[in-house]
């Protein structure tokens, strides 16, 4: 390994986000190297995707790579609060598109993707942990620790920070901004889940409605292997009411969800329970000199409508065609081609998310279905991951859209 190397592009991480924006940029001749802490496969937390992730997986050329596998498919999501579902088909959507995806178990996932990366020829390093940057007016140098904790330094003439919960660059460059979300906690686990076909569809995500704090929802994501993801978020302070460790928290929640509790009778941990919080957050600005922020290294929400890897993996694929031209020597507006197309679909779940919490999203998801097939399928859509769709008014006008639907049904 040189001690000094120079690169068209340097990635930082080789999550959904990093994987395939180098994919991509390989694949168009660029010589790009990803530099990723971990080595893979590693576990992450974020196993169900949506619909709207299948495009970019195709664009990227790696989707016979994700479909082969054999994870397990996903066709749309069950909600249940107390003895109320509503199933929702993804299939049944206003966008065109794709209808199913895939709920995924992450180390093999990432792995899958971040494999394709030198095939097309990029250039892929595990256990380089970045530790520094400078920017000049042609190009950027990043400081690299590698594993054996030797410091090295890769220039390069664009950097993609895909470091995701990392947030490399905003962190260096002091770009953190409060995402405006209430502070919550997660706390998840895997189950060989033993549950039987007839008590539960696999090809569904299932969320759950906490029966008296409607803020707090579980997720069951079944896997293809007979294990699920199991989690719980709520406010720290309703996770703390619950005990101590994380795992009687944890427990303890699920017992309160009588179905849901039902459903897990038999189920086995088959990982230690995990807990993360403060997850939401932002970038003041998603691209500077000579760099852009990709996935949650620019923004993340919120778990409950599973858009991020969605959201990583739209960002890569918006950002691929400005670098080419600025690696060409034309001139980009970041803001308007990169900043404003990405930030369209963010916004969507952000109000999405809102009207989660504020109750009204969960009074239009629990009433019973009308008449009205068209907007239901404009909702679906959305919870499909279509959210940059602008013909969309729940897209373009999210929150008059929501608000108007949730009114009609008081
Ligand atoms: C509780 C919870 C549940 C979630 N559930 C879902 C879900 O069901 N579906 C969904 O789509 N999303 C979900 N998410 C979100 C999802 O986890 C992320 O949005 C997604 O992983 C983002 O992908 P990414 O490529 O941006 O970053 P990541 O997947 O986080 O990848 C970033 C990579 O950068 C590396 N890195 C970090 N720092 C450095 C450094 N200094 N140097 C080098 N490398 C570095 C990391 O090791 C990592 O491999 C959930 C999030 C939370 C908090």
């Given at each position: 390994m040189a001690a000094h190397e120079t690169r068209d592009v340097a990635v930082i991480g080789a999550g959904p986000a990093g994987a395939v924006a180098a994919v991509m940029l390989a694949r168009r001749g660029t010589d790009v190297l990803v530099l990723e802490r971990e080595t893979f496969p590693r576990f992450s937390i974020g196993e169900s995707?949506?619909?709207?992730?299948?495009?970019?997986?195709?664009?990227?050329?790696?989707?016979?790579?994700?479909?082969?596998?054999?994870?397990?498919?996903?066709?749309?999501?069950?909600?249940?609060?107390?003895?109320?579902?509503?199933v929702i088909d993804f299939r049944e959507k206003y966008t065109e598109g794709w209808g199913t995806t895939f709920q995924v178990q992450r180390a093999t996932f990432d792995k899958i993707l971040a494999d394709q990366i030198e095939p097309v020829g990029g250039a892929l390093r595990f256990g380089q942990t970045i530790t520094g940057v400078a920017f000049d007016a042609r190009s950027a140098v990043l400081n690299v620790r590698d594993r054996a904790g030797r410091d090295y330094e890769v220039r390069a003439r664009f950097v993609l920070d895909a470091s995701g919960f990392g947030r490399v660059l905003p962190r260096l460059l002091g770009l953190e901004e409060d995402a405006k979300l209430t502070n919550r906690q997660a706390l998840f686990v895997h189950v060989r889940d033993r549950i039987t076909d007839e008590q539960f569809d696999r090809n569904k995500i299932l969320i759950t409605v906490h029966p008296d704090e409607p803020d707090i929802w579980y997720w069951l994501i079944p896997f293809s292997d007979g294990t699920s993801s199991l989690g719980v978020v709520g406010r720290p302070a309703q996770v703390a009411a619950r005990g101590t460790g994380h795992r009687d928290q944890l427990w303890g929640l699920v017992t309160e969800a009588v179905e849901l509790k039902q459903l897990l009778n038999d189920a086995e941990e088959t990982r230690d329970v995990g807990s993360i919080a403060g997850y939401s957050r932002r970038a003041s600005a998603l691209h500077g000199r000579n760099y852009a922020l990709l996935g949650n290294a620019g923004e993340f929400l919120d778990p409950v409508f599973s858009s991020g890897v969605t959201i990583a993996l739209k960002s890569a694929d918006l950002v691929v065609d400005p670098v080419m031209r600025h690696l060409a020597g034309k001139t980009v507006d970041w803001e308007e081609e990169y900043s404003k197309s990405l930030r369209v679909g963010i916004d969507t779940f952000r109000h999405f998310v809102q009207a989660w919490y504020d109750g009204s999203l969960q009074k239009i998801i629990?009433?019973?279905?009308?008449?009205?097939?068209?907007?239901?399928?404009?909702?679906?859509?959305?919870?499909?991951?279509?959210?940059?769709?602008?013909?969309?008014?729940?897209?373009?006008?999210t929150e008059r859209y929501l608000s108007a639907l949730a009114g009609q049904l008081s």
């Open positions: 995707l949506l619909p709207q992730s299948m495009p970019v997986l195709e664009r990227a050329g790696v989707i016979g790579a994700v479909t082969d596998h054999g994870f397990q498919l996903k066709n749309g999501a069950s909600f249940r609060r107390g003895p109320k579902t509503s629990f009433s019973t279905p009308g008449d009205n097939h068209s907007i239901q399928r404009m909702v679906v859509s959305v919870l499909a991951g279509y959210a940059w769709d602008q013909s969309n008014p729940f897209v373009s006008e």
